[in-house]
DNA sequence: TCGTCGATGACATGTCGTGTCATCGTACAG
DNA sequence: CTGTACGATGACACGACATGTCATCGACGA
């Protein structure tokens, strides 16, 4: 909530913004060479920095694709604020509708470029991968943290994430033109419409 | 489905079964000193072969863990030869069932260690979330074929993992003792209970 | 006996990722 | 004005990861 004033005086020992000139210089050899053939002092290079200063921002060279990360927070907060009284499947969709207008609309374009880059590049796909998982899990502890049992907490937060990524990727990289909340809605519906039918008796 | 006979003579140059040896290596390396406190040389050495022959084995070093795995293939051919009629998600209740009992059940504790090995690393993690993903596309693939639209076939493969996703680490991890054909019924019975409702018109 | 094949070893190389210490503007205290 | 602590970055070393390439040598078949 506290914003930092930086200032900068014309005989500065550093130029600006060095995590900002890494992920650019990234992303440009990115596209220019692709992922793998991209090494890291190739990166600091670009941007000016030595590959140590590089690791000083970036834990890994996947990082720089998924920048600082804060959904997992943010959903947590929102699941744990949303109304006692909604079913867990509403508090999802409520979530996702969140995130989607909060996060995501307005920046198709931005979001469709990344989206390919993680789905061209294994390493980058396992890196998604486990963020997926990690969405899952900080879902999965506010549910518990609303009364769910843990079984079904598990299989809630594991639905929502379903749809927030089915979503994600549909309204990215498909042809569509709408609103990702309304995405969301029609995988919701889609959803509803595969679930297994409850058994009577086998 | 041919086998290939190899006879073993006195004077081999080579002990037998270098990938097995590797494998068991590895998998005591890790659990004597964690996964990422040991190193492929050490591997190799505790299997008598070289470091260059592990990587002639495995891609990685993470691949020891997840040891030569037909499942993508084995899972598409069952959604291929289930019963035309079937509903999608009893389709994934067919092949859910056969895989379980197949390739997991009588191996409760083995299943058991590998998945609290991957848990416990986020490089392990990371592959086995891909490796999630990888299940995904071959099952949306199978569906497709099977003339489902590619929205409903994205999320009917998307369910079926989940459910073998939850189920597995349920019944490996879990307190339970059942068999593993019955946590995937609950599962699939919790999906149903906790499936969004479709809305007449908001 | 010879030649091919396949599994492994030996060696070189390049990238990844980290620990450690030096450097030098900046800000602030006095 | 001076000095001192701080913080961002550079410089360097190092071990582990991963791969390309060629040599080796038993098995096997002609």
Not at 102 to 129: C, K, M, W, Y
Not at 149 to 170: N, R, Y
Not at 184 to 199: G, N
């Amino acid at each position: 909530m506290s914003s930092r004033v930086i200032t900068y005086t014309e005989t500065m020992r550093w130029a600006p913004d060095a995590r900002g000139r890494l992920v650019g210089a990234a992303l440009e050899l990115f596209s220019e060479q692709g992922f793998g053939a991209t090494t890291v002092p190739q990166i600091a290079a670009r941007a000016g920095l030595t590959t140590r200063t590089f690791f000083r921002y970036f834990v890994d060279k996947r990082e720089v694709v998924f920048g600082g990360d804060e959904i997992p927070e943010r959903a947590t907060r929102l699941i744990a604020d949303a109304p006692a009284e909604l079913a867990p499947m509403e508090v999802v969709r409520l979530v996702l509708h969140r995130v989607a207008t909060d996060q995501f609309e307005g920046h198709r374009e931005q979001t469709s470029a990344v989206r390919r880059l993680i789905h061209a590049n294994d390493p980058l796909r396992d890196r998604d991968a486990r963020k997926r998982d990690d969405l899952v899990r900080a879902a999965r502890a506010a549910f518990l943290e609303r009364g769910e049992s843990p079984l079904q907490a598990t299989v809630v937060a594991e639905l929502g994430i379903l749809v927030f990524q089915v979503a994600l990727d549909e309204w990215a990289l498909g042809d569509g033109a709408g609103p990702m909340v309304s995405v969301i809605d029609d995988v919701m519906a889609l959803l509803a419409a595969e679930s297994p039918v409850r058994r009577t008796r086998s």
